[in-house]
């Protein structure tokens, strides 16, 4: 695996997402091995159903062991420094948007190196990016990020439309990656900090029940 | 993708689906995108599974950007008219039928022309048809369609299995399509409108608790 | 399909959690399609996620109908004999503890044949062992096993780094099969009886709310 930006940002994500996976494993109270599996699919269910949508398998966490073993000695931290991460809330969502950011770039990435469609770029993007924090939310029993008020998902498809412009434009490429990992992890934190919130739709249902 | 019956039933089915979807976000309450992402997962959930399962990647969607715009277009006309779809439950049932039709068939379908077993072609279908609704009930938070009580997998299952015996009858491949695409609709019509539902087995735990 | 150990190991695993998802989806009153149907994914979904991985498609139970047969049969089974499983947890809990060490074991042998690291076939034999039974719970709305206090992907890592020491150490494949399948099933066995469970780890949450 050489080092390039690309395998840098998928080493953040995969960390980010790990102690992600780690903080809600420990406020459900799971035991050691328990907080370790979530830790994992967190960390690599993103990439791993970006892989095997575009038929990339083995999915790649299984061709470099450094995944397993990064992800093994975060969860270690994340144990030992628990309370050190003294606002669980903050600590999640904080770790869990630079996942975000990270992952939708990679996923717009593998569509544009695929030679998919940029449309169909922006959605597997937006898929690798939320993946893994929805399958840790639906296996720690809350409610998936990708329903709370603010905006989430939006971000991210905005930042992969961003990538998609930008590399049109010919830009260089790991300015590209910057920027738009930046603009998933800004809207983010600006939009939770002044809870900002897209307007929902009302239904009024005239159903008998 | 030349225009064969089997792609117009295919977008038919996505277009079934991504109005369920629509509609099922908009009364979750969630955003623009939010709306448009669990519409996608439900129009592409079905014909996914049956395409990573049989090794066609990347998947079908990823390679037909017309999937893409027509969600894209459903899901904006269903937010626009959600309040001519006066009664909810009622739109939601119908186009989730619809929808399931449609998706069983192509699943068999795919399942005969990879040469696969008859009964495995009919599991095939089963699956491709109701996972695009289970998908969308699960990340709604609904009790998923397959446990409510009236007939719904037994819809799809007679469906394919009309259609395997069809097939070994040689019968006309649209003609096929067409058939059994109302046997599974008209099943599940019948089925919701007479309140009909297959006994469940009872069982006398003698646990503890 | 010759018959090999792996192969018998492979069907007695699909038998134990088809009748686990058949138990299961009775306790949730679903109808007859219903119940085949839990039984079914619950019984595939292990080595469906195993060969998706590692991108052997068709997965392997498209390509052997036999799996389809037996799970049929199996489930008119548990079906007519559902008052003879007296005691529904235990029963539940034995056949899915069977299904959790025989399949950790599957696992773990593709990862090997497939020359993945140790690492990560332990890895995909702990992912193998238990999506079945996630699959089977979050479909059923129970609190997936891999949640429950006492240990249990504890039991199947266990396992599974068993068989990679006797693999490196050149035991007789059959034996290393029997002994780590027994190894998991043994743990889980000791562990329920005993109530033993891993510490999990308080967190100190200090947010406002």
């Known amino acids: 695996m050489e080092l390039s930006l690309f395998n840098i940002l998928d080493v953040l994500g995969t960390v980010a997402f790990a102690i992600s996976g780690a903080l809600a494993a420990m406020n ?21 159903l970006r892989d095997v949508l575009i038929g990339q398998t083995p999915v790649s966490w299984m061709e470099h062991i450094v995944y397993v073993y990064l992800i093994g000695v975060v969860t270690v931290l994340a144990i030992i420094f628990r309370n050190k991460l003294y606002y669980l809330k903050k600590s999640l969502f904080l770790f869990d948007t630079i996942g975000l950011g990270v992952f939708t770039i990679t996923g717009v990435e593998t569509g544009i190196q695929h030679n998919l469609d940029p449309i169909i770029s922006i959605a597997l993007g937006a898929m690798t990016g939320t993946f893994g924090g929805v399958i840790r939310d ?20 905005l930042g992969a439309l961003a990538f998609v412009i930008l590399h049109r434009l010919q830009v260089n490429t790991d300015l590209i990656y910057i920027i738009t990992t930046l603009i998933v992890i800004g809207i983010r934190l600006v939009v939770v900090k002044y809870h900002i919130s897209l307007p929902a739709f009302i239904l009024h249902d005239k159903s008998e029940d």
Chains 1, 2, 3 share one sequence.
């Open 28 to 48: 459900r109270r799971l035991d050691l091995f328990g907080i370790f599996i979530i830790a994992f699919v967190t960390a690599i269910g993103g990439g791993t």
């Open 138 to 157: 639906i296996l720690c029993n809350e409610i998936p990020v990708i329903f709370r008020k603010e905006i989430y998902a939006t971000a991210c498809i």
